[in-house]
């Protein structure tokens, strides 16, 4: 198969879906991985590296597109990259759909075969969505210690203390991916920390993890007006699958925090969890907004921060169904992985993922059939030789 590779072009966004590595898996399967120029640069890879790898390096985008039987990337195509689209050609990408209806119908219309990482789904686990919570409970913890920096707007302390003098009070709320790699990094950098989940074996889980070196509580609105109120740092990381994030914190309750302090909303990817930052549009240009003094850190895409970090966590999770796709065809690789299945979002020219097409009004088909569909031919033309 021909991979193709494009560099990212949406706004702020610097990291690649394929390492060399991963570029040099797919060359050792027989198959042809297609690079744009400079598309690993930012993720700190050369040109030249992808050629050691076994790749071909290509001018222009446009090439790339067209050459390519699949095209690996990291964020959605754009209205610029529309053009590209052709029947048959495979997709695969964090997509989010079902906010853009723009793409879903371009994607429809060409017959392109799109698969979400996203939506790719284990039971209720979403493992190409995890690398990148892992990124961002850690830069958490690593911008919102920054920020408590006066010259940031914080109130001017080190999350550790030092002998004599306190450390800070990290909050964290929701104890999933996000909320374990953010205590981890607010434990390891000494601060003292509570966190806070609706999941009480969730919460067992990280008191495990963290023996003696946290305080766990139950998440309802008393118990966390009470925290806030004594927080240094506050990190947001609730998930309801499927909804808005919840908004947790009020602005009265904000209102009772020391000024100086931090509040790093992770969830506003998901509409914000405060009544201040909720559906507050997260500029990456000015991600900082300071109300009541309290310093609001909003990123929609921290993982898009540290692309080298995230580029190998990404590409480390998604390369594996890439070669499935790659050596199997995308619908022999979805009955290898059933939980493919659930990451193809449109093909044939139709919505097959239910939530896209239940928000976006389109008529859902169901992926299986299209999965079976070349069973049932083969099925038809055995009858028909041996009848
Ligand atoms: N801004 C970014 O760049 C970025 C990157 C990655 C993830 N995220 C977002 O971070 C959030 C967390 O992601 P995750 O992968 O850790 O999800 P997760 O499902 O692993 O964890 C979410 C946790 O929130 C808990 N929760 C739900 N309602 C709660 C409440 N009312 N109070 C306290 N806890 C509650 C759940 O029980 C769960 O443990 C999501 O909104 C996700 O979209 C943002």
């Known amino acids: 198969m021909l991979i193709g590779v494009p560099k990212e072009i949406k706004d702020q966004e610097s990291r690649v879906s394929c390492t060399p590595a991963a570029a040099n898996q797919f060359v050792l399967e027989g198959h042809t991985v297609l690079v744009e120029t400079g598309a690993?640069?930012?993720?700190?890879?050369?040109?030249?590296?992808?050629?050691?790898?076994?790749?071909?390096?290509?001018?222009?985008?446009?090439?790339?597109?067209?050459?390519?039987?699949m095209i690996y990337k990291v964020k959605e195509p754009i209205t610029s990259e529309y053009k590209y689209l052709r029947e048959g050609l495979i997709v695969?990408?964090?997509?989010?759909?079902?906010?853009?209806?723009?793409?879903?119908?371009?994607?429809?219309?060409?017959?392109?075969?799109?698969?979400?990482?996203?939506?790719?789904?284990?039971?209720s686990a979403l493992p190409l969505l995890k690398p990148m919570s892992e990124v961002a409970g850690r830069m958490a913890i690593q911008e919102g210690a920054r920020l408590l920096?006066?010259?940031?707007?914080?109130?001017?302390?080190?999350?550790?203390?030092?002998?004599?003098?306190?450390?800070?009070?990290?909050?964290?709320?929701?104890a999933g991916t996000v909320g374990t790699a953010a205590t981890r990094?607010?434990?390891?950098?000494?601060?003292?920390?509570?966190?806070?989940?609706?999941?009480?074996?969730?919460?067992?889980?990280?008191?495990d993890i963290f023996i003696d070196k946290i305080e766990t509580l139950i998440s309802n609105s008393f118990n966390i007006a009470k925290v806030v109120k004594d927080?240094?740092?506050?990190?947001?990381?609730?998930?309801?699958?499927?909804?808005?994030?919840?908004?947790?914190?009020?602005?009265?309750?904000?209102?009772?925090?020391?000024?100086?302090?931090?509040?790093?909303?992770?969830?506003?990817?998901?509409g914000g969890s405060t009544e201040l930052t909720a559906n507050k549009e997260a500029d990456y240009h000015a991600p900082i907004f300071i109300r009541h003094g309290i310093v609001h850190y909003l990123v929609a895409n921290i993982p898009g921060t540290v692309p080298r970090t995230s580029t190998q966590a990404l590409s480390n999770a998604t390369t594996r169904y890439a070669l499935a796709i790659a050596n199997l065809g995308w619908k022999q690789a979805c009955r290898k992985y059933p939980e493919l299945a659930s990451g193809i979002n449109t093909a044939e020219g139709y919505v097959t993922y239910k939530p896209v097409a239940e928000d976006l009004n389109y008529e859902l088909k169901n992926i299986q059939e299209l999965i079976n569909n070349k069973q049932i031919y083969l099925l038809q033309s055995k009858v028909r030789k041996n009848g």
């Open 185 to 207: 990094i607010a434990v390891g950098m000494g601060a003292r920390v509570t966190v806070l989940d609706t999941n009480v074996d969730r919460l067992a889980e990280v008191g």
């Open 92 to 123: 695969y990408a964090y997509l989010h759909l079902a906010a853009d209806s723009n793409l879903t119908k371009e994607l429809v219309d060409n017959k392109c075969v799109a698969i979400a990482f996203e939506t790719v789904q284990v039971g």
């Open 40 to 69: 690993g640069l930012e993720s700190g890879f050369t040109d030249q590296e992808y050629i050691e790898a076994g790749a071909i390096i290509l001018d222009d985008a446009a090439d790339v597109w067209a050459k390519a039987d």
């Open 149 to 174: 920096t006066k010259p940031c707007g914080g109130k001017g302390m080190v999350l550790q203390g030092v002998p004599g003098v306190a450390p800070a009070h990290v909050v964290i709320l929701g």
């Open 231 to 270: 927080a240094d740092m506050v990190v947001s990381s609730v998930l309801i699958p499927g909804h808005k994030a919840p908004q947790l914190i009020t602005e009265a309750m904000v209102q009772t925090m020391e000024p100086g302090s931090v509040i790093v909303d992770v969830a506003i990817d998901q």
